[in-house]
């Protein structure tokens, strides 16, 4: 009994806000070291995902011929979530398909889809229009990839990297040169033949368009070009439109802007933080 009369005072636990990071294309759980850094400063808690032959997941690129196989690990991190647990899925560049996906499959798991610098395609890769939309074009800088034929030489590549000389230049322009530095270290041939195959089945109750999506648009990137973001949204309209004056890779070049604009989104949506 305490001094109450007999009530017992009841204690809420709020969990801190959960924050998933998706990388993109030959990158990894790596890529979010300094905005992981900046999240759990300020009390939230966070889960960088390493996709399957990207970070220090050792599976061969070259073996994995389908998105189902590539998206695994953030498919099965959302299917351990507790039922009653919802998360901010933020990917970036080709990491805006795994959190598509996502969406269909766990929209009552996420509470927010940020797509940064990303490809954002309701349904994938269906039509020439998303193809155009949503994959990088270089050709204007040369002949800047290593590919692989895993599949054989008369047959489309299974992975591509960005040649080292060029990856300053096309991906981290804007950043600080340790930072490309590290990332020079740490790229791997990204399994392009699996990305391209990912296309997604929209179900009857439209799930995917319950999760209130915002996009962080990079005006100065040169992987996922201005005009190509621009597309998308246009496309697939998301609740909301950031701007960053950054390269392809912000958590490197604007950190603190992003992680800025990451919280804006989260209060955007009545989230408490």
Same mark, same amino acid.
């Given at each position: 009994?305490?001094?109450?009369? #007999?009530?017992?005072?009841?204690?809420?636990?709020?969990? !801190?806000?959960?924050?998933?990071?998706?990388?993109?294309?030959?990158?990894?759980?790596?890529?979010?070291?300094?905005?992981?850094?900046?999240?759990?400063?300020?009390?939230?808690?966070?889960?960088?995902?390493?996709?399957?032959?990207?970070?220090?997941?050792?599976?061969?690129?070259? +073996? $994995?011929?389908?998105?189902?196989?590539?998206?695994? !690990?953030?498919?099965?991190?959302?299917?351990?979530?507790?039922?009653?647990?919802?998360?901010?899925?933020? #990917?970036?560049?080709? #990491?805006?398909?795994?959190?598509?996906?996502?969406?269909?499959?766990?929209?009552?798991?996420?509470?927010?889809?940020?797509?940064?610098?990303?490809?954002?395609?309701? $349904?994938?890769?269906?039509?020439?229009?998303?193809?155009?939309? #949503?994959?990088?074009?270089?050709?204007?800088?040369?002949?800047?990839?290593? $590919?692989?034929?895993?599949?054989?030489?008369?047959?489309?590549?299974?992975?591509?990297?960005?040649?080292?000389?060029?990856?300053?230049?096309?991906?981290?322009?804007?950043?600080?040169?340790?930072?490309?530095? $590290?990332?020079?270290?740490?790229?791997?041939?990204?399994?392009?033949?699996?990305?391209?195959?990912?296309?997604?089945?929209?179900?009857?109750?439209?799930?995917?368009?319950?999760?209130?999506?915002?996009?962080?648009?990079?005006?100065?990137?040169?992987?996922?070009?201005?005009?190509?973001?621009?597309?998308?949204?246009?496309?697939?309209?998301? +609740?909301?439109?950031?701007?960053?004056?950054?390269?392809?890779? !912000?958590?490197?070049?604007?950190?603190?802007?992003?992680?800025?604009?990451?919280?804006?989104?989260?209060?955007?949506?009545?989230?408490?933080?």
């Amino acid at each position: 009994m305490g001094d109450d009369g #007999g009530m017992t005072e009841r204690v809420m636990v709020v969990k !801190p806000i959960h924050f998933v990071l998706v990388h993109g294309i030959s990158g990894g759980a790596w890529c979010w070291y300094k905005i992981r850094c900046l999240m759990e400063n300020s009390g939230y808690r966070v889960s960088c995902i390493d996709l399957k032959s990207s970070g220090i997941d050792q599976t061969d690129p070259t +073996s $994995l011929v389908s998105f189902d196989d590539y998206n695994k !690990p953030l498919m099965d991190f959302m299917s351990n979530l507790p039922d009653n647990e919802q998360v901010i899925l933020v #990917g970036h560049s080709a #990491g805006g398909l795994s959190v598509t996906q996502a969406t269909h499959k766990f929209a009552d798991k996420i509470r927010l889809a940020v797509y940064v610098a990303a490809t954002m395609l309701k $349904l994938g890769y269906l039509t020439d229009e998303d193809v155009k939309d #949503g994959v990088p074009d270089l050709s204007e800088f040369g002949d800047v990839y290593e $590919l692989q034929f895993g599949s054989g030489p008369d047959q489309a590549p299974t992975t591509a990297l960005i040649k080292k000389e060029f990856q300053r230049k096309i991906i981290y322009h804007m950043s600080p040169r340790e930072d490309s530095t $590290l990332a020079g270290m740490l790229l791997r041939p990204g399994p392009i033949k699996a990305l391209l195959a990912a296309r997604f089945v929209d179900d009857d109750d439209h799930n995917v368009d319950k999760v209130r999506r915002i996009y962080i648009k990079t005006t100065h990137d040169r992987v996922v070009k201005p005009e190509q973001q621009d597309a998308m949204i246009k496309r697939w309209p998301p +609740s909301e439109v950031y701007v960053l004056d950054s390269d392809h890779s !912000p958590f490197f070049s604007t950190p603190f802007l992003l992680f800025g604009l990451l919280l804006k989104a989260v209060a955007s949506c009545g989230i408490k933080l």
